[in-house]
């Protein structure tokens, strides 16, 4: 016998713990609607463990969260690190202290563009097709996903804080730090829904991942999070001005090293609500309707 519990028996014993009377038919969507708010709690910890107990069992699947951070933070302090440092009116070490909190928006992204790889590939592999025949709530299928990868992003937020104070980053405010990585969990959180979206409606994990760099490479080096945009062309300072991303960094800055916050963290807030309001119920429909 294995001494660790499957993520299958995880989740069957769960469900077995579920009163009959919450169990409904398969994709009956009217049914699913009166499960209780506390069958959909169980089922989504339920699952949160079974996606857990798979990263166990293939800590690859780690290796972005892990490495990706690292790799990141040295590349851009020690290959832009002086000469922007020097536009920003000092060295390297001025550098660390604007792009560090700036990354954190660069986590964001990257983490939410993987749940959107790692939800097709369910789908290819056919674990969809057995959760969506479990009478079960099945927007708890796509909150258990959230919950996991905002896992992900503390992660890999606190590898690349901890690489950024090894390479000289100064942490003025701790309390604003939490505030800053809260801010960064709730912006990816909504970034996350749009993946899970394409997740469903893209035919691969494939067309997912490229669909992603064409959305990610432009919001990310078209904003603040790099460099200052004071340099930049006039027509691409306008499109700084309404990327989320840019707000969300300077909202970051401001909370750590210092500087005007309000403005930029009601941004980054409303962004957030209309994304999550606008996606999170698109992804739970195609989720449910998906043939």
Do not use: C
């Not at 909202?251 to 980054?268: E, N």
């Amino acid at each position: 016998m294995s001494p660790h519990p499957s993520p299958t028996t995880t989740l069957n014993e769960a469900l077995r713990a579920t009163p009959d009377s919450t169990l409904t038919p398969p994709l009956n969507l009217e049914a699913d609607s009166r499960i209780s708010l506390r069958s959909h709690i169980r089922h989504t910890g339920a699952l949160v463990r079974r996606n857990l107990l798979w990263i166990r069992q293939d800590p690859e699947s780690m290796f972005d969260a892990v490495l990706m951070p690292i790799v990141f933070t040295l590349l851009f302090v020690y290959v832009f690190g002086g000469s922007i440092g020097q536009a920003l009116g000092g060295g390297q070490d001025q550098y660390v202290q604007y792009v560090v909190p700036g990354m954190m928006a660069m986590m964001s992204m990257n983490i939410a563009m993987a749940v959107g790889t790692g939800f097709n590939q369910d789908f290819q592999n056919g674990i969809m097709d057995r959760f969506r025949t479990l009478p079960i709530g099945q927007g708890s299928v796509l909150f258990a996903k959230i919950v996991v990868e905002l896992m992900r992003l503390l992660i890999a937020t606190t590898i690349m804080m901890i690489v950024g104070i090894l390479v000289g980053f100064d942490i003025t405010n701790w309390p604003g730090l939490f505030a800053a990585v809260g801010l960064t969990a709730l912006f990816g959180t909504s970034i996350m829904w749009i993946f899970l979206v394409l997740g469903v409606v893209m035919k691969s994990a494939q067309a997912v991942q490229g669909m992603g760099f064409l959305v990610l490479m432009p919001l990310q080096f078209g904003s603040s999070i790099f460099a200052p945009t004071q340099s930049m062309p006039g027509w691409l300072q306008a499109f700084t001005d309404y990327n989320p991303l840019s707000s969300l960094a300077d909202s970051a800055r401001g909370l750590m090293v210092g500087g005007p916050v309000t403005h930029d963290v009601w941004v980054t807030v409303i962004w957030s609500a209309v994304l999550t309001l606008v996606m999170a119920p698109i992804a739970i429909h195609k989720f449910r309707t998906k043939n």
